[in-house]
């Protein structure tokens, strides 16, 4: 009785960490920055632009932003970015290019990358163009992005512009890629990711779970050992 005793306590406890861990308070924390402006969204719909959690008009500094996310919940990160020079002789070829490294803490959330850090890159983002360019200034018209980005190449890269102003930015994780829509008549572009509730238990509820079928599996041992066993008749 008393091994029942101690599989149902570390059972329980397993339980309670196991499920409990992931409806504990998390946040999703990032740096990131665009060419040449952006406004950053966290939303609980890939169909609606969301709250805003950040922005910044001068590309080659990154900006930090932390916010907290329901237990549970779905998100999605959008970004409207844009080039500020307009259509013209750079329609088509305005970069309004995306950069940035994100990170999630507690165990309720993973990124499309199955993650908890991520940072932009031509897989696990969505991207489409925008037929104006819009004032960042007011609230941004949003159409959830469906094609694929185009990578410009890596934060760590060698003057990724061609130019001084090109080196990487700080604050963001060198891996991070610049990111893009190739279709780009406006100078504008959408991008978007998900934040999938559901994460992966602590190493403490694995133990003690790992501790309870442990026991399970002595007590069913001990409990054949003591079974008297049937003579048959």
């Known amino acids: 009785?008393?091994?029942?005793?101690?599989?149902?306590?570390?059972?329980?406890?397993?339980?309670?960490?196991?499920?409990?861990?992931?409806?504990?308070?998390?946040?999703?924390?990032?740096?990131?920055?665009?060419?040449?402006?952006?406004?950053?969204?966290?939303?609980?719909?890939?169909?609606?632009?969301?709250?805003?959690?950040?922005?910044?008009?001068?590309?080659?500094?990154?900006?930090?932003?932390?916010?907290?996310?329901?237990?549970?919940?779905?998100?999605?990160?959008?970004?409207?970015?844009?080039?500020?020079?307009?259509?013209?002789?750079?329609?088509?070829?305005?970069?309004?290019?995306?950069?940035?490294?994100?990170?999630?803490?507690?165990?309720?959330?993973?990124?499309?990358?199955?993650?908890?850090?991520?940072?932009?890159?031509?897989t696990d983002w969505r991207a489409s163009s925008n037929g104006v360019e819009q004032d960042l200034g007011g609230t941004p018209a949003w159409t959830a992005p469906t094609g694929v980005p185009v990578s410009f190449g890596v934060n760590g890269g060698a003057n990724i512009w061609g130019n001084a102003l090109g080196g990487p930015v700080s604050g963001v994780s060198t891996s991070a890629q610049w990111i893009w829509s190739a279709s780009d008549p406006s100078g504008e572009a959408f991008f978007s990711t998900t934040l999938t509730a559901g994460g992966v238990p602590e190493p403490a509820a694995w133990a003690l779970l790992i501790v309870g079928f442990g026991l399970t599996g002595a007590t069913l041992r001990r409990r054949r050992a003591l079974t008297p066993a049937r003579v048959a008749i």
């Open 1 to 122: 009785m008393r091994m029942s005793n101690q599989f149902l306590t570390a059972a329980a406890a397993a339980a309670a960490l196991l499920f409990g861990s992931s409806a504990q308070a998390a946040m999703l924390s990032g740096a990131i920055t665009a060419d040449n402006a952006y406004n950053a969204y966290i939303s609980t719909s890939d169909s609606t632009l969301g709250t805003l959690v950040a922005s910044g008009d001068t590309w080659q500094t990154a900006q930090t932003f932390t916010t907290d996310l329901t237990a549970g919940q779905t998100y999605y990160l959008h970004v409207v970015a844009n080039n500020l020079g307009g259509p013209g002789d750079m329609a088509g070829g305005n970069p309004d290019a995306l950069l940035g490294s994100f990170s999630l803490s507690g165990s309720g959330f993973t990124f499309a990358n199955g993650t908890q850090t991520l940072t932009t890159d031509a």
